[in-house]
């Protein structure tokens, strides 16, 4: 088998759920560095180059909100979910529930 | 005021030269991006690349943590937030197909301007330089043909892709848009390499051809010991055929341009074809059966060679151009049979 489109194949499947994980982290806020730490720590791998980007974008799109933080040593950009965040957020979660459903139905009639 | 703030708030601990590589990293990020965004960009990364440093970062961290955010042109792709393109995917095949297609033309066009440009500009030199001219004019021609098809293309294109992107065609499209399937009669195909060769050779033999005619009717002669007996074609003949040849030969490339361009016999195509066909033959044929072409003397000096009296000489030379004249038509005839054949069948299908 071809490890490559394999790998290929996996990353692809994940990319639509890295926005879900982001958000669903974003609750309290959280700068980039340490929100890929959580996801780390959770086993939800994301790439820096990757999520700094996503935080933006997903700012940009109104799911998020911004902050700095200049009063540490360290400046800061905080990200927390916004009022629609959360909204867009809880229909995600249905969404995925219900994709979940769905994929899990078509494999095991599959398997059966 | 908030910058400033950020600007002295982040410390390097690293050599000077590992910290001019962050700022290198940062720029080759933020560069490529709109310019509206880069300075906040640029204050981003920065406290992020600061954050993923340990306390007292080494030379060695600074490295992984760059070399972790991946390469700059990859970040700032992911930065962008809508897709930038010259001609988007959405437009590619169109784009090549019709690059194609100009490309072709405009640079027979330009090759056929450049050819007739060196051969009416020709200077009186030796015929080696004359070739080379016309060839150096020749790959010039081509060259700026490919660059201005490029060039015209794309930006039409890129036009195209404005207006497109403003009246949103995606949503509102018909199924009477959609194109017919062509017919592909494969009797009536021209092949396009072989166009080409032929449009590519024809040009250089008509070159040569008209060059020699121009220039070189006092070289061809008959020589004995390296000196010229007689010349065998009477100049003020061939002098008045020049510009009828070189007028053919224009024809003949449009020609071998249309029928690139169509890619088939077509009814139109046919009849041009074979209207040229036939005006070209019959030049050709007044050409050499002209009753002056030959000198007097090329008669009298083969006559004289080989031991017989001239009239018999003109009577043979004369026999002979008939039979040529004969094999020519009887070729032509054959051509355009085919020609017509493949068109009207193909007509006929439709």
Same mark, same amino acid.
């Given at each position: ?112 | ?73 990859? #970040? ?32 027979? +066009? ?16 030796? #015929? ?49 848009? #959609? ?33 020699? #005619?121009?220039?070189?009717?006092? +070289?061809?002669?008959?020589?004995? &010991? ?12 061939? &002098? ?72 018999? +000489? ?20 054959? &051509? ?15």
């Amino acid at each position: 088998m071809d490890t490559n489109l394999i790998n290929n194949l996996i990353s692809e499947l994940k990319r639509g759920t890295q926005v879900l994980a982001v958000l669903s982290q974003l609750r309290k806020n959280q700068y980039g560095y340490s929100l890929l730490q959580t996801l780390e720590e959770k086993g939800v791998s994301i790439e820096a180059g990757t999520l700094y980007p996503l935080l933006r974008r997903l700012e940009s799109q109104g799911l998020l909100q911004s902050e700095w933080d200049t009063t540490e040593s360290k400046p800061r950009k905080y990200y927390v979910l916004s009022k629609d965040g959360i909204e867009t957020y809880e229909t995600l979660i249905q969404e995925w529930r219900k994709i979940i459903l769905e994929m899990d139905l078509i494999i095991m009639e599959e398997t059966k | 005021m908030e910058k400033n703030h950020i600007r002295n708030g982040f410390n390097y601990y690293g050599g000077n030269e590992m910290k001019n590589y962050i700022e290198r990293y940062i720029y080759a990020v933020t560069k490529r991006l709109p310019e509206k965004v880069r300075a906040e960009v640029k204050n981003e990364l920065q406290a992020n690349i600061n954050d993923m440093l340990p306390e007292k970062p080494t030379d060695e961290d600074i490295e992984k943590v760059l070399k972790t955010l991946g390469h700059p042109r990859v #970040l700032a792709k992911n930065y962008e937030t809508k897709e930038r393109y010259v001609i988007s995917p959405w437009f590619y095949a169109d784009y090549i197909s019709t690059l194609k297609i100009v490309m072709t033309i405009v640079v027979a +066009v330009f090759v056929t301007i450049g050819f007739f440009e060196a051969i009416i500009n020709l200077e009186q030199q030796g #015929l080696f330089h004359q070739i080379v001219d016309v060839w150096a004019s020749i790959i010039s021609g081509a060259f700026n043909g490919v660059v201005t098809a490029f060039a015209w293309v794309t930006a039409i294109f890129w036009i195209i892709e404005h207006a497109a992107k403003t009246s949103n065609c995606e949503a509102t499209w018909d199924l009477k848009d #959609l194109p017919e399937v062509p017919k592909v009669n494969h009797k009536a195909k021209i092949s396009k390499t072989e166009s080409m060769i032929g449009l590519i050779l024809g040009t250089i033999f008509s070159a040569i051809f008209i060059i020699i #005619l121009m220039n070189y009717m006092n +070289v061809i002669a008959i020589y004995d &010991d390296g000196v010229i007996v007689t010349q065998i074609f009477n100049t003020s003949v061939t &002098d008045t055929f020049i510009i009828f040849f070189i007028i053919s030969a224009v024809i003949s490339i449009a020609v071998s341009l249309l029928k690139i361009y169509y890619g088939e016999w077509k009814i139109n195509l046919a009849i041009l074809y074979t209207a040229f066909e036939i005006l070209s033959t019959v030049l050709f044929l007044i050409f050499i059966n002209h009753p002056q072409l030959i000198l007097p003397e090329v008669f009298d000096t083969i006559a004289f060679y080989m031991e017989i009296g001239s009239a018999e +000489v003109v009577a043979g030379f004369e026999k002979g151009i008939r039979i040529f004249t004969i094999f020519v038509s009887v070729v032509v005839f054959i &051509d355009l049979s085919a020609t017509w054949f493949k068109t009207l069948k193909s007509i006929e299908q439709k």
